[in-house]
């Protein structure tokens, strides 16, 4: 039980440690780009917010592709539609 428990105090000290490094990691690389910790996980979470919606769309569309709901146009054809 003893040895259990050192062990599980261990792991949790080198959870702390890591973490606490993330931490610095994350401040420094705030301060190289000049802006709070806070914005930065801010844009972080925005960006990948963002990538995911793309992909949804790209996944949608993709498949839309598959069962012929979608409808694609040549540039000179877009050119003739509107008029150019």
């Known amino acids: 039980m003893l040895k259990i428990r050192k062990l599980w105090i261990r792991q949790c000290s080198v959870g702390l ?3 606490k490094l993330n931490i610095l990691e ?4 705030a301060k190289l780009h ?24 790209i996944k949608e569309y993709e498949k839309n592709l598959e069962n012929g ?4 146009f040549t ?7 509107l008029d150019i």
């Open 17 to 19: 440690l890591s973490n």
């Open 26 to 29: 994350y401040n420094e690389y």
């Open 34 to 57: 000049g802006v709070p910790l806070s914005t930065l996980f801010k844009k972080t979470l925005e960006e990948k917010m963002e990538d995911e919606l793309d992909m949804q769309a």
């Open 69 to 72: 709901d979608t409808e694609t």
């Open 75 to 81: 540039h000179e054809e877009v050119k003739k539609i």
